[in-house]
């Protein structure tokens, strides 16, 4: 059992988030920046992920996140790689993704986007500055800022865990899922 104050680790969080797309017969995408695909990594690491994970891309460059999540250019130009409309274009882009791939099937989708570092900073959008994103049925595109410290694979682990966490506090639980012990979304 983990301590009350240390975050769950992200095997935990997938358990219960496969548990819950499973049960619901609904299927998740997830776009990636600064986790380089770590999200989806974490997902397939279970076994039996094929039957609720769609597809992960990992979008680094602004071309890719235009290019493969149709990201708008001037969006990209206007807010920059790390910014609230990116993180929410991302998300759509990916939803519509996996829509193609299931039609007629409940749709979830995670985008991050941020800067993990060491560098790549400024005053404005500091190392640790991730935002992420959320869609799925019923829930309009949501974006969160997160400023997450530590080095590098510390930002980026704690990135995934908010991803996942975010999941787990949108998909509505079943009469027969147990709640979420990992509360609402931002909490740790």
Known sequence: MRPHDAPPAASDLVQHLAARLLRRGE???TAES???GLIAAACTELAGSSGWIDCGVVSYSNEAKH???GVPEGLLAAHGAVSE???LA???GMAQRVQAHRPGAGVWAVA??????PGGGSAAKPVGT???AWVGP???PQAQCCQFAGDRAAVRQQTVVQALQGLLARIPADASAPPSPFGPPGAT
């Open 130 to 132: 991730v935002w992420l």
């Open 27 to 29: 299927w998740l995408g």
């Open 112 to 117: 991050v986007t941020g800067i993990a570092g």
């Open 67 to 69: 290019d493969v999540l």
């Open 34 to 36: 600064c986790t380089g």
């Open 85 to 87: 409309p990116v993180a």
């Open 138 to 140: 019923g829930v309009p």
């Open 90 to 92: 991302m998300v759509q």
